[in-house]
Structures are given as C-alpha cells and as structure tokens.
C-alpha cells in the first residue's frame, strides 16, 4: 500500500542532517530470566506485535525532483533480524560501559533505504540484567495512527496475551514512474497543496482527524512565540558533532510527590525544578557567570500525570495530554522553593488554548505509552525554532505497576531524545513503576562534564525533599 507522508512526517524525514539524526530513543533495562531472554523469543515478541504497527514493515520512496512529498510503501525485502541485532557488553558489564554503547548507537544515523527503526538487544550487564535499546525515526512515529514500537511490545502481565497469526504480503513497489505520475496527477488535482509541499513545510496541513487546522489559533501563537524572541546565551547552545555522551539519573516518585502535596503544585513543576536545580550547579561548576536573574530557556512539551486510581482501573495507559510550553528556568535562583514557585506559576498562568501544535488527549492507549508520548514531545518541539530554547526536556508518564516485556521483568526505562539544531544537551523523563528516570542526552564534544548532571539531579532532588519536611 503506498501512503504519502503527511506534511509533518515529511519535515521530520528532511529535517535531519548526519550530526542531528531524528529519532526518537528508548533505553529499557530488563531482570534477565534464569533461563536468559533468547534473541529468538525477542524476534517472535516483535513479529507478533508488527501488525499493530504496519509502519515498521514501510520504507521510504522519494519521488523524482522532489515534486511532491515521500510515500510509505511496503518494504519487499523486509527482513526482522536486520532490524533487531544483538550486542553484549564483557561480563560482568557497568552501567557506564552500557551508556557507552548507547552514545555509540545513538550516534548513527538510521538507514534510509530501509524501515526507520532498530532494535538491540544488549547481553552482559552485570547485576543479573539485559537491556534492550530502540530507536525509530520521527517520521515514523505520530501517536495517534503510528506509534513507537516500545509502546506495543510491553505487557501487563508476564505472560503475553495470544496473538492471532500474521500473514503478510507485502504490496507491490511502484516503480520511479509510476511514483512521478502519481506526483503529477496531484499537481493537476490539488496544485496549491503540491506547492506548499515543495516548501517542506514542518506544520501538518490537517489533523489528524482530517480536519483543517484553525489558522487564526495557530498565527497568534507564532506571533507569541515570536515576540519572546531569542533564547539566553548559553553554553548549552554551538555546534552539534556527530558523536554522543549518555548518562542517566533517577529519583523516587513518592519524593515527587511529596513535594507536590507541600506546595501545592503539579509534578511536572517538581521535575522542571529539579532540572533547573541542576543547570544552576552545573553552570556554577564550568565556572559561568549566574546571576540572580540568569535563566536558561526550556522546551518542555507537558504530559498529564494521570490519577493512580485512573492509572490502577484502566487496562491501558491513561489519559495523558502534551502540549508545547516555553519555559524560562530561574538557575540564578538559589532557594529550591522559591525555584519551585517561579516554575509553578509559570506553569499555571501558560495557556495551553492556544498550543501551536494540534495537541491530542490520548484516551486509554494499551501497551506501553512513554515512548510514544516522548515522540510527539519532540514533534511538539520541533514546531518551533530552536533558537526560541536552550534545551529539550520531555516529561512523561507511564504505567506505576510491573510491565513485561517477552515475559521478562523491565526495571527501568529511560529516553533517549535527539539533540536539535546548535543544542547540546536533552533531558527525557520517564515515571514508572514508582520511580523517575532521566535519560540524559549530549554533544560528546560539548558536553564533556556529562556525567555530573546525574549527582547534580541527585542533589537537586534532596535539596527539595529537605525543604519539604
């Protein structure tokens, strides 16, 4: 079946370059079985599941001279152990050894000529664990009719549910030809929409629903997002090289929460004042200049956290919404509660009524959500011009109860989010199963003190939980 990419799929597939690859990535760390998670049981976990997400088994065909956007089409020569790999650390392998590997992986970009995604199956930790590292293109991922493959693989149980079985026949290839007369024949039907293909728009010109878009909500939000003008100068803002550094960080949610009952707040104002907690020590310890009114500039797409009793009576993910939000972080303010204060009323006086982005509400997802939530956080980013922020912080929740994957126990998860244009660092955090995880992305060059930040989100964790009591 060939489906042509969407105005925004297509701006993510165009967008990247070799030193700012799009996707979106997914650390997940698993109990290894007495009897070990076969890489077979992985290949038939995943092949059972493909059916949900069709997208996995598509590549993309350009059409000739750029006349019109790219098509999906089903991938003839779709072959599953391509996609899924294995790798292993030398036993008994470190955490910083597995972060090692992730900068490596994370590194390269994604084979065009072939389905946007990869999986890896990673033997050797130590401490009785694998892990299992994926990433998929942007272009792939919309969270409504496509969603991220860590989203579909994960159960509730530890036993998998039946599946029915799949027989797939992949559709014809069209030809280069064929393709261009398609492209043709939609110049003569719809010429204003092929025109505003050619400018590689980035903005879908519809929802998802098919519906048009409210062009007046969207121009006077770009005209607020303009007049904030450029972010702050920050050593967080040069060049992007082509190499990565990984490092995570992690924090009990009943601290979280805590700390949102005493203050009245909302736990994405928690999460925000943690990380700017951080960014003031991380600053201070580069020997930079913070000031009391120094800020640094967040993207910070919001995800609702979801009632535990919602979470505790839906069989799936409940209901979560993301939506864009600029944020100034006050790392020149060295009270933690005044930090938190500034961050919530920030947070609470943000229209979300006027959101860029056609921001979804996602009702009851099964599986999984995280992985899916963080890739539309980043789509939401990526409306904007990255010299409107700093950095990219996506902050999302998941399920708090045990989830499995092929029947194996998965302990923590954490995301891996890209680094955009002339930005360094990217923060992804995930609730689950009653801990956050901060998956810690960076500039190998630029960032070379990374692997301070997960003590400075430690710290800046404990400073707030003191305050607290």
């Not at 391509?82 to 084979?111: C, E, F, N």
């Amino acid at each position: 079946m060939v489906t042509r990419l969407s105005a925004a799929d297509a701006g993510f597939y165009h967008l990247e370059n070799t030193s700012t690859p799009m996707y979106v990535g997914t650390l997940s760390i698993l109990r290894r079985p007495h009897a070990g998670l076969s890489y077979e049981t992985l290949l038939a976990t995943v092949e059972q599941r493909l059916p949900q997400i069709p997208r996995y088994r598509q590549k993309v065909r350009e059409v000739t001279l750029g006349l019109a956007r790219p098509v999906w089409v089903d991938d003839p020569d779709f072959d599953i152990t391509y996609h899924i790999r294995r790798s292993a650390l030398p036993s008994p392998g470190s955490d910083a050894q597995l972060h090692d590997l992730i900068a490596r992986m994370g590194s390269r970009p994604l084979d065009k000529s072939r389905p946007l995604w990869e999986m890896y199956l990673i033997e050797g930790l130590a401490k009785n664990r694998i892990a299992l590292y994926t990433k998929s293109h942007q272009a792939l991922v919309n969270g409504m009719t496509a969603l991220e493959i860590g989203h579909v693989i994960a159960d509730r149980t530890q036993k998998p549910p039946e599946f029915g079985e799949d027989i797939w026949i992949p559709s014809r290839e069209p030809s280069d030809r064929q393709l261009l007369l398609g492209a043709v024949g939609e110049w003569i039907m719809r010429p204003a929409e092929q025109l505003g293909a050619l400018r590689n728009t980035v903005v879908d010109v519809a929802t998802n629903a098919g519906q048009l878009v409210d062009v007046g909500r969207r121009a006077l939000q770009v005209a607020r997002t303009v007049a904030r003008g450029d972010a702050p100068s920050s050593p967080l803002n040069t060049t992007v090289s082509r190499n990565r550094r990984f490092t995570v960080a992690s924090g009990r949610l009943d601290d979280f929460r805590a700390v949102r009952a005493r203050y009245d707040c909302d736990i994405n104002d928690v999460v925000l004042t943690v990380v700017a907690g951080a960014l003031r020590n991380w600053l201070m310890s580069r020997g930079e200049p913070v000031t009391a009114t120094t800020t640094v500039r967040a993207m910070a797409p919001m995800s609702v956290y979801p009632d535990e009793e919602l979470d505790a009576a839906t069989p799936g993910q409940a209901i979560s919404e993301v939506t864009p939000f600029l944020i100034d972080l006050p790392v020149g303010e060295g009270n933690p509660v005044v930090r938190l204060s500034q961050i919530a009323h920030a947070t609470e006086t943000a229209s979300r009524a006027s959101s860029l982005v056609d921001a979804r509400t996602i009702v009851t997802l099964s599986g999984f959500a995280p992985p899916t939530l963080h890739a539309m956080g980043i789509r939401v980013a990526t409306t904007f011009s990255a010299r409107q922020f700093n950095l990219l912080i996506t902050n999302v929740p998941g399920a708090q109860r045990q989830m499995y994957i092929a029947g194996t126990k998965l302990l923590e998860t954490y995301a891996v989010p890209p680094l955009l244009h002339n930005q360094v660092l990217a923060i992804g955090v995930t609730s689950y199963n009653g801990m956050v995880y901060f998956g810690i992305n960076a500039d190998f060059d630029a960032m070379s003190d990374v692997d301070v930040l997960p003590g400075l989100v430690s710290e800046s964790i404990e400073e707030l939980v003191e305050a607290a009591r």
